[in-house]
């Protein structure tokens, strides 16, 4: 079957450093995968994707990276500030971006002051 | 705000009664998406439409969850003789492109 699961349940970060966070899938022929934030009390927010004819991907402050010998995806943040604390969800958007988009079970992200 | 509206935010109910929600998405976008999230979990899959098509259904649709988008535009998601494994938060996204938008949800509670 199909599957994305994120390696930490928690991560806890001081204010300023790198965070990274990582996540596995299943499905060899998955495409498509996207990053999402959710913070309290608000749906998940698209932070960033990749597809799978890429190994990296660079937003502001964020960039993705997508191994796809061991099958492993990682969010790294740069220069973590407070406003990231959120849930973040590695996301498999199956054969491409067009298709339904399965959800791991999320890392929640902490920063220390 | 991204621009897909979620109708009501909240709900209680008991046992046993119907409710219903609604999503707007954003105008134009033609892939509408329904997710059931719980505590501490990411959200599933429910069924997802394209315009007014509705092209899968989840396993976890069961018999008493029906959703529908009749126009292509707005979409209402009916649960049927609500259990107390219904409470969640009900998200919708919509889609025109790769990037997906999702509403704040409507968090369910049935006593």
């Known amino acids: 079957g199909e599957s994305v699961g994120l390696h930490l349940p928690t991560l806890s970060v001081q204010e300023g450093d790198n965070s990274i966070i990582n996540c596995a899938y299943s499905n060899s022929a998955s495409d498509y995968f996207i990053w999402y934030k959710q913070e309290s009390g608000k749906g998940p927010q698209f932070i960033i994707d990749i597809r799978s004819n890429m190994d990296k991907r660079q937003g502001q402050r964020v960039t993705v990276l997508l191994n796809k010998t061991v099958k492993h995806l990682s969010l790294q943040i740069a220069a973590t500030q407070p406003g990231d604390s959120a849930v973040y969800f590695c996301?498999?958007?199956?054969?491409?971006?067009?298709?339904?988009?399965?959800f791991g079970s999320g890392t929640r992200l902490s920063i220390r002051p | 705000d991204t621009g897909v509206s979620q109708n009501p935010r909240h709900k209680i109910t008991k046992r046993g009664q119907n409710v219903t929600f609604r999503c707007d998405p954003i105008s134009e976008h033609n892939r509408l998406y329904w997710y059931r999230q719980t505590l501490g979990q990411g959200p599933e899959f429910l069924t997802y439409?394209?315009?007014?098509?509705?092209?899968?259904k989840s396993r976890l649709l069961s018999d008493r969850f029906s959703a529908e988008r009749p126009k292509g535009s707005f979409s209402t998601l009916e649960i049927q003789r609500t259990e107390q494994g219904d409470s969640a938060m009900y998200l919708c996204a919509s889609q025109s492109g790769t990037e997906a938008f999702f509403g704040q949800g409507t968090r369910l509670t049935v006593v």
């Open positions: 439409f394209q315009n007014e098509a509705q092209l899968e």
């Open positions: 996301a498999d958007s199956g054969y491409s971006s067009a298709s339904k988009i399965i």
